[in-house]
């Protein structure tokens, strides 16, 4: 079993930074992928950004790329996501996630999830 939880949430102005981080427990971590999704009200649940545990390869949705940094520290079993030039749009729950397969886009390719952290950016 994995455990996440997510931190960092909050409120920002538009153009603002705010950085999220994911700790995870319950199991080694060598060969997983995490990721973080996003769900804005009334939306589905969309990829933002992922990491693999084990080469430290990131990968980023467009609509986030060059904006979010996606790391990990695996001394403490975390992984951030620093979020530069905020936009409202960016407003959205951020889930953080673990699959224990290769990297997916889909939210259906990930077995575990925490239970999200709230980013409002006002305009």
């Known amino acids: 079993q994995v455990q996440l939880v997510e931190s960092g949430g909050g409120l920002v102005q538009a153009g603002g930074s705010l950085r999220l981080s994911c700790a995870a427990s319950?199991?080694?971590?060598?060969?997983?992928?995490l990721g973080w999704f996003r769900q804005a009200p009334g939306k589905e649940r969309e990829f933002v950004a992922a990491?693999?545990?084990?080469?430290?390869?990131?990968y980023y949705a467009d609509s986030v790329k060059g904006r979010f940094t996606m790391s990990r520290d695996n001394a403490k079993n975390t992984v951030h996501l620093q979020m530069n030039s905020l936009k409202p749009e960016d407003t959205a729950v951020y889930y953080c996630?673990?699959?224990?397969?290769?990297?997916?886009?889909?939210?259906?390719?990930?077995?575990?999830w925490g239970q999200g952290t709230q980013v409002t950016v006002s305009s």
């Open positions: 990491i693999s545990w084990s080469s430290g390869n990131t």
């Open positions: 319950g199991r080694t971590f060598s060969s997983y992928v």
């Open positions: 996630a673990a699959s224990l397969m290769t990297f997916s886009r889909s939210a259906k390719g990930y077995e575990y």
